[in-house]
């Protein structure tokens, strides 16, 4: 059934042009109203010069509902552009937990991370390895400056979730055509999974055109 469900879902998002909004969760102790404001006000600017040729959907990647943070900002990006969500997100077999505390207001429809990989590898079956190669380069850069600082190394979990981010907007690209990503914040943590955004810069397969920045020029920036 879960299968059935993702290829619906792949099927809808095919037939709209994705919007993929990346930040922090629920340790983000700004405004959600604002936060969603400025990015609202961003992306009406972007679009005025590169409007979108399908009908909009927000793909959000499961995270669970929180006061503040990305959860919040998806569900008033929702409300604002008065559009339904795709829900993407990891399979149980990876993270048990993931799909049954997903925020799920506003979902029509659902994907499987498997599912979705596995469309990108029918796609182009030269993406899915590279992205997973630099995923894995990145988490070995940052593990080895944390520990030279004297920190922590990233929890495992960090790999899935950076995986799922990647691989989920060039999968959202590659089946529309199309794909709008949005930053809630001008300032990403470099230990945060919203800082692998550079993965699918580097090997070419997301255009920095395609990314609506946060402004630096407010006070809502941090």
């Known amino acids: ?15 709209h042009h994705p919007l ?6 629920g340790y983000d102790t700004r405004d ?16 005025e010069i590169t409007p ?36 993407v997100y990891l399979d149980p077999s990876i993270a048990s937990y993931h799909a049954p505390n997903a925020d799920r207001y506003r979902v029509s429809h659902e994907i499987s991370f498997s599912a979705l990989k596995d469309r990108l590898h029918r796609e182009d079956q030269h993406i899915v390895s590279p992205i997973t190669k630099v995923v894995d380069e ?3 850069t940052k593990t080895a400056k944390r520990l030279a600082e004297g920190k922590d190394k990233l929890p495992d979990y960090y790999r899935n979730f950076a995986l799922l981010q990647e691989i989920n907007k060039v999968a959202c690209k590659k089946i529309s055509g199309e794909l709008t990503v949005a930053h809630t914040s001008s300032v990403l943590s470099e230990y ?10 580097d090997l070419g397969l997301i255009d920095s055109s395609e990314i609506v920045p946060f402004p630096i020029d407010t006070n809502i920036s941090r």
């Open 138 to 140: 990145y988490l070995q």
């Open 52 to 87: 979108p040729r399908k009908p909009l959907i927000l793909v959000t990647q499961g995270d669970p509902l929180e006061e503040r943070g990305i959860s919040a900002i998806t569900r008033i990006m929702s409300d604002r552009l008065s559009v339904p969500r795709i829900l």
């Open 192 to 201: 945060s999974v919203s800082s692998f955004y550079r993965v699918g810069l």
């Open 20 to 25: 993929v909004i990346e930040g922090m969760g």
């Open 32 to 47: 959600p109203v604002m936060i969603a404001s400025t990015i609202h006000k961003q992306l009406r600017k972007h679009w």
């Open 1 to 15: 059934m879960s299968q059935e469900r993702s290829q619906e879902g792949i099927q809808k998002l095919s037939e």
